[in-house]
């Protein structure tokens, strides 16, 4: 065992695994083992340094070997060989380079449980300095669906969540899974009977060969080095069993942070069937990939259950229109740039689309005759006015039609074909001079 005057180092992640400081304590025996006092923050954290007991006095003064405090909340080095590295799983030096991992099944779009967790993953590693890897956990081909991956990467791009090394895929990663059982099998794991290799009541690897989803990524997050593991609370069963998964292939797990879930309106675990439950719904229904994005970052990294709140993203899926550019709303929307007035209102990119739909191709209307006057005020107006309109000079013409008794709803049926809508001011301003005074006439009888 080390000296008890040996000098250690702890690297101490301040928080939620921020990356460490290098602080200085000298190894006290304690109860006839060696081990160290860290200082965090005042409070002295005593923990054993077993991954040290067979270094011997010899392997100091060179390495650098990783054990988790008490708490798992920071991260102790002490000075030893590099022998013994493979035995703690993670290699550090002066500082840590934050490895965070994203490992979605390609099932389909992402369920909003899935994208918090990808928005959690990719903030922490930002403000850390560190590496988002994506990887594709696809090891049962039963729960792959065709496109589910091609899904999951257009989900993330409306979301805006960037990665830096990947999409690595589990079913190309054969020898990396064949290597961590054989170490597997020299630590404790055996085959059994149908030809599966089993640890502790956990299938490693099923009769054909395979690794199962427990094997598969404990030895991915090794292999890639994984610092931490952030996830959804359901995974929580998860972590003995991988720990002792870890520690058969002769490491550690990575430090494993578990978030709280997204629940529905029924107040139970969000089910992809659910209204709302997925990218793909909030896409559909129109809600800007920016408003779900914001929806989730405020959310943060949640320490309890929340229960989807759809009324919030749709106050910021309003929020996200209002902050568009022209450009980028008609575009949006599929309409001409002289709409992006109109569209202003909106209040989902759906109802943006609708609302280009009513001006650049209205269901033509026939109006009583009670809406002449109206229909024959609005075209002395409207030709005494420039071919193309501003503001003013648009809602000057709604102003004044209003002013001598004219029906506005009569010119929006006649303008749109359709009684609700945008500002009526915004219809008329989108509209070429022509244009506006050939629906006018067309939508009442000729005497």
């Known amino acids: 065992m080390a000296h008890p005057q040996a000098r250690m180092a702890a690297l101490v992640g301040v928080g939620r695994g921020a990356a460490p400081v290098l602080l200085q304590e000298e190894a006290q025996a304690f109860s006839g083992r060696s081990e160290v006092a860290a200082r965090v923050h005042g409070p002295d954290h005593r923990v054993g340094l077993d991954p040290l007991v067979e270094a011997g006095d010899e392997a100091l003064e060179e390495g650098v070997a990783a054990e988790r405090l008490v708490g798992r909340d920071h991260l102790l080095a002490g000075v030893a060989h590099p022998s013994i590295l493979p035995a703690v799983g993670v290699r550090y030096g002066q500082g840590v380079t934050i490895r965070v991992r994203f490992a979605p099944s390609p099932t389909g779009s992402l369920h909003l449980g899935n994208a918090l967790s ?13 590496v988002l890897v994506l990887r594709i956990d696809d090891t049962d081909p039963t729960r792959s669906l065709a496109g589910g991956e091609e899904a999951i990467l257009a989900d993330l791009a409306w979301l805006g969540i960037g990665w830096d ?15 961590a059982l054989e170490r597997a099998l020299g630590n404790g794991a055996v085959h059994d009977d149908d030809g599966s290799i089993r640890l502790a009541g956990t299938t490693l690897a099923r009769a054909d ?70 990218v793909a719904d909030l896409r ?114 709604v102003r004044e039609l209003k002013a001598v008794g004219g029906s506005l709803k009569q010119l929006r049926l006649a303008l749109t074909g359709a009684e609700r809508g945008p500002e009526l001011w915004t219809v008329v301003a989108a509209l070429p001079r022509d244009e506006a005074l050939r629906r006018a006439a067309a939508a009442i009888t000729p005497r």
């Not at 090394?165 to 290597?179: C, D, I, K």
């Not at 690794?211 to 929580?236: E, F, M």
């Not at 990575?254 to 209204?275: M, Q």
Request: glycine share 10%; no cysteine; net charge negative.
């Open 118 to 130: 990808a928005v959690v993953n990719r903030t922490y590693a930002d403000e850390h300095g560190g």
């Open 165 to 179: 090394e990947g999409p690595l895929r589990q079913s190309r990663r054969g020898a990396v899974y064949a290597a």
């Open 209 to 278: 060969g395979t690794a199962t989803y427990q094997l598969a990524t404990v030895a991915d997050d090794l292999d890639l080095g994984i610092t931490h593991i952030i996830r959804g609370s359901d995974h929580r069963p998860n972590e003995d069993v991988q720990q002792w998964i870890a520690r058969a292939l002769g490491g550690e797990l990575p430090e494993v942070i578990h978030h709280g879930l997204l629940l529905g309106e029924d107040g139970k675990k969000l089910s992809k069937r659910a209204a709302h439950a997925s």
């Open 284 to 397: 559909e229904e129109g809600i800007p990939g920016a408003a779900a994005r914001a929806y989730l970052d405020e959310l943060g990294l949640p320490r309890h259950d929340v229960q989807l709140d759809p009324a919030r993203i749709q106050r910021l899926a309003i929020d996200s229109i209002a902050a568009m550019s022209d450009a980028d709303l008609v575009a949006a929307a599929g309409a001409p740039i002289e709409l992006a007035r109109a569209l202003r209102g909106a209040r989902t990119l759906v109802e943006a689309g609708e609302i280009a739909q009513q001006i650049t191709a209205p269901v033509a209307v026939v109006l009583t005759e009670e809406a002449r006057p109206t229909m024959e005020r609005f075209v002395e107006l409207r030709e005494g006015a420039p071919e193309s309109l501003d503001e003013a000079g648009a809602r000057a013409i």
